[in-house]
């Protein structure tokens, strides 16, 4: 089992539209996790950091759920701008491991 | 501040030669990571240092992969010899902690013929 596994994609979704992306990962002793934005052909760059009580930028919502091991992310109002991939990013053992997931891809259409 | 910076942007090179991959963090960073993306794995987490001192270097993937940081303000990533399947993008990040924001360089893009 993968520690740190994503919605395989892509998802294709029009202007305007509302997407999520789940994220699950195995290690129970994981400390921190965020959600990175890589265009393509670019280097990773952090979209947002996932806190317990759950936290919202914008237009985007990161919630965790520790019981579950799960991350999600919801986009809002989607934007061409939006179309990338999203990497789901879980910190273990206080900063001794920090895993990447492999990521899903956004095309957000006209 | 300019950001990570990593040196060449491409390189090709023939199987079997030294290829040697530079980065400089952000000053002030006490935390350096070297990665490897690929289609087929993904990002991978090579090796990381903490204070120019290596702490986990069980992602390098065999004894052909080297790494050093002489300093706070470089640190450089070796292949010897290089064979077809090191061809990938590798990434450079630091941070200001273990658990905070990587900030990631540009990546340099690597093929071995």
């Known amino acids: 089992r993968k520690e740190v596994e994503q919605d395989p994609g892509p998802f294709n979704v029009p202007e305007g539209a509302t997407v999520a992306f789940n994220c699950t990962y195995s290690n129970s002793a994981s400390q921190s996790f965020f959600w990175y934005r890589q265009d393509c052909r670019k280097e990773p760059k952090l979209l947002m950091s996932?806190?317990?009580s759950g936290n919202e930028d914008g237009r985007f919502t990161a919630q965790l759920n520790r019981a579950s091991q799960y991350i999600s992310l919801l986009i809002r109002d989607s934007k061409l701008s939006d179309s990338a991939t999203y990497l789901c990013v879980v910190n273990e053992n206080y900063g001794q491991n920090f895993v990447f997931g492999p990521g899903t891809r956004l095309s957000v259409l006209p | 501040d300019a950001g990570v910076i990593q040196s060449p942007r491409h390189e090709v090179t023939e199987m079997g030669q030294e290829v040697t991959l530079r980065c400089k963090p952000i000053s002030g960073h006490d935390y350096l990571f070297w990665y490897r993306q690929t289609m087929m794995r993904g990002l991978e987490l090579l090796i990381y240092?903490?204070?120019?001192?290596?702490?986990?270097d069980s992602g390098m993937p065999e004894d052909r992969f080297s790494a050093k940081m002489p300093n706070a303000s470089f640190s450089t990533l070796k292949i010897q010899p290089s064979e077809p399947r090191d061809s990938a993008v590798y990434f450079c990040?630091?941070?200001?902690?273990?658990?905070?924001?990587?900030?990631f360089g540009p990546g340099t893009r690597l093929t071995v013929t």
């Open positions: 990040a630091s941070s200001l902690v273990s658990v905070d924001e990587q900030y």
């Open positions: 996932v806190y317990s």
């Open positions: 240092f903490n204070n120019n001192v290596p702490i986990d």
